[in-house]
């Protein structure tokens, strides 16, 4: 079965830290672009982060410096560590795999309150 389960959310304060996973199966994990998108209420889905199959990540500008994407191909894994979060990051966070086709997860919720 081909699937992204995403876990980590919850809830943060401003300035806090979280640290996403999302682990693949059914598919050769190994060979796909893995991304992290989020979207809040009432916004379109933006895409966070992304990571090639060679390791080449890149952000969107709001996250540069706060934000690593990684991966762990041996566990099917991709990671978003997210640093000095702020109330507007409050989103859910989706995985996603590309190759010739598009996968999603089915999001997890970060809320970023005091």
């Known amino acids: 079965q081909v699937q992204l389960v995403e876990s980590g959310g919850g809830l943060v304060q401003p300035g806090g830290s979280l640290r996403l996973s999302c682990t693949a199966s059914?598919?050769?994990?190994?060979?796909?672009?893995m991304g992290w998108y989020r979207q809040a209420p009432g916004n379109q889905r933006e895409l966070v982060a992304r990571?090639?199959?060679?390791?080449?990540?890149t952000y969107t500008d709001s996250v540069k410096g706060r934000f690593t994407i990684s991966r762990d191909n041996a566990k099917n894994t991709v990671y978003l560590q997210m640093n000095a979060l702020n109330p507007e990051e409050t989103a859910v966070y989706y995985c996603?795999?590309?190759?010739?086709?598009?996968?999603w997860g089915q999001g997890t919720q970060v809320t970023v309150s005091s």
């Open positions: 996603n795999a590309e190759k010739l086709t598009t996968l």
């Open positions: 990571i090639t199959p060679v390791y080449m990540a």
């Open positions: 059914g598919i050769i994990f190994s060979r796909y672009v």
